[in-house]
């Protein structure tokens, strides 16, 4: 994904440099080394060591330093990096300059808890419309906004353009919706629905699946407790049993 830098964009246009091709992991780490470095700005650091800002990151120093190299980030040796230039260059990159309009489709437990976060402000984000298929719940104020079915969107979207729709309806309606925000116009979706979309080309989609990612820790959980259920290594004399073997087999093979 090409991007550059327009002509006379906010910023320090001498040390922001023109975008390079970006490595997709590296695109997915920025977000991580923004949210460290402005925590560390908030605790009053002007500088942070390659070694403090991967610590902060959860990521080692030698990837961090590659990552912000793609940026012309290279920081000072004894010095570090400048926090508040870092978070700049980091902010254009990620096209945070500007506060992107989102909407929400779907006002359930997850939406209306999704509505109600006030973090999206302060990531250069503003939630511009809530829309919900569910006629009791239109005329609904959810964080100064007020819900609209979901039969609207063509109308608010030509009213101010959006930049990314949020789904979080269930799976069975999550593709009916993809289909309507990309006829008004929305090419970046992020959809919180079990289910995979089908979308055009152009058309930029990330997936938040929860379950899969209990799923997961679920796997780490059974790798550790398998590991720490390991039998003990058998004295002189006492014969060994094959890992897995339990109950009767067990007995088999060491009466063998």
Request: aromatic share 4%; with cysteine; charged share 20%.
């Amino acid at each position: 994904m090409s991007q550059h830098r327009p002509t006379g964009a906010p910023g320090r246009a001498s040390v922001v440099p023109a975008l390079p091709d970006l490595p997709e992991a590296t695109v997915a780490r920025l977000p991580e080394y923004l949210r460290a470095l402005h925590h560390l700005a908030e605790q009053g650091n002007d500088t942070v060591s390659s070694e403090g800002l991967a610590a902060a990151a959860g990521v080692n120093s030698a990837k961090l330093r590659k990552d912000l190299s793609h940026l012309g980030s290279y920081g000072t040796r004894g010095v570090g990096y400048d926090v508040a230039l870092l978070i700049e260059q980091i902010e254009f990159v990620l096209g945070l300059t500007q506060r992107r309009a989102v909407a929400l489709v779907g006002v359930g437990n997850l939406g209306h808890a999704l509505a109600g976060y006030a973090g999206f402000a302060s990531r250069g984000f503003r939630i511009v419309a809530l829309l919900d298929a569910d006629r009791e719940r239109v005329g609904e104020e959810i964080n100064g906004l007020v819900v609209r079915h979901i039969d609207d969107l063509p109308r608010i979207a030509a009213e101010e353009p959006i930049a990314i729709g949020v789904i979080a309806t269930p799976a069975t309606a999550a593709q009916s919706v993809a289909d309507q925000l990309v006829a008004a116009g929305v090419t970046s979706i992020l959809n919180f629905a079990p289910c995979v979309l089908s979308v055009p080309e152009g058309v930029d989609v990330r997936k938040v699946d929860l379950a899969i990612e209990l799923q997961i820790l679920s796997f780490h959980e059974h790798r550790k407790a398998s590991l720490t259920a390991l039998p003990a290594t058998p004295g002189p004399g006492l014969p060994s049993v094959p890992i897995g073997l339990t109950g009767t087999g067990a007995q088999e093979a060491v009466a063998t």
